[in-house]
């Protein structure tokens, strides 16, 4: 099923003369993860204007759900719980005078019951790291907080389309991999996530389909590999070959193997390369209800195990109290690299995302890998 679809759509900007968007007809599926990549200019912000009603197409239709959009403020207001877009600055975004005040904007507009709202304030502002900003002037906040609060806004619709216009771009290298982390464990629970970028790393780790796009016009739709397999249509689009993609490559050609499966990850290139016996990763869940004194106790038996974080609720609860951790951010890979060395690693997770955890290890036996596997109860 389709979430958004657009059907040959253009549009010109007030007094420009050429397109920014030429003919369009993209169909975004539920569920996948998508990657809308283009050099500067390319589109990409046009083409999020679309989705959310912001613009309407001078020619061709946007459907949402399979309707086509209405462009009065009823239906945009209906479309806007459904689909939240982040935009890429912060400040077309950004008006409440508090930050809590400007989360709780979206869900208020919603004529949700108070109740409801200041628990979703609370959650969004857990999940974006800003609770103790709660109270905080909007106009005093740093650019990367005040593209966190964009993002915070969005996420309090619990929207079951999240965009996001280059969310890491100004982000420091933790927030970024946060949301990232973020982003999969609401993809792992059913929201279909959609990311512009022209960084092809992020791209490509990230992405089940890309739709890439060049001076208005779509020009790829499909696999990642298929696309940056062309050297030609990667140059003329702006961007470079992802770093992984490149090194997998060239190691195969020296071993004179096939390239396939493309690894995405460290620890799935990895994979590719070691043998040998593995180690064991034992993932403790963690909830808000989990005692921190009972978890430092279990951490206390770790021996020479390395302890990596995963997920919003136990990064926060490591760090609250001062919990011992070696890796608390890109704790899943990290930890994995261990286990890849033959050590034994310990997974503090979320306990929403035990099960994502478990699909990322049997992805890994695509790569030639099987790490043993416990969940502590
Ligand atoms: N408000 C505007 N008025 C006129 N032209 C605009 C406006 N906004 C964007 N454009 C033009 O439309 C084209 C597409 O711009 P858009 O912002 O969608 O690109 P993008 O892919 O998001 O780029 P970036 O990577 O820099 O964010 C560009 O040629 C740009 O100059
Ligand atoms: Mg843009």
Redesign the pocket.
Known sequence: MNVIETENITYY????K?P?MKGVSISIRKGVKTVIL??????????F?HFNGVVKPKEGVVKVMGEPVSYRKKGLTALRSRIAVVL?NPDDQVFGQTVETDIAYGPRNMKLPESEVKERVEEALFQTGLGDLRDKNTLQLSYGQRKRLALAGALAMKPEVLIM??PTAGLDPQMALELMELAEQLHHMGTTIVI?T?DVDLAYAWADEIHV?R??ELIFSGNSEDFYSDPMAVHSTGVMQPSMFVINNNLAAFRGEDPAPYPRTESQLVSKMVSGPKGRMTAIPVGTDTDAAALGRILDGRGDSKVGVFGTVSRRMMYDSSLPADYVFNGFESCMGECLMGRDSILVCDRDSISLIESKIQRLKDFGTEVGFEVRA
């Open positions: 900007y007030e007094g420009a050429t920014s283009g050099a500067n200019g390319a589109g990409k912000s046009t083409l204007y890429q216009d280059e512009s022209h796009l001076r208005g």
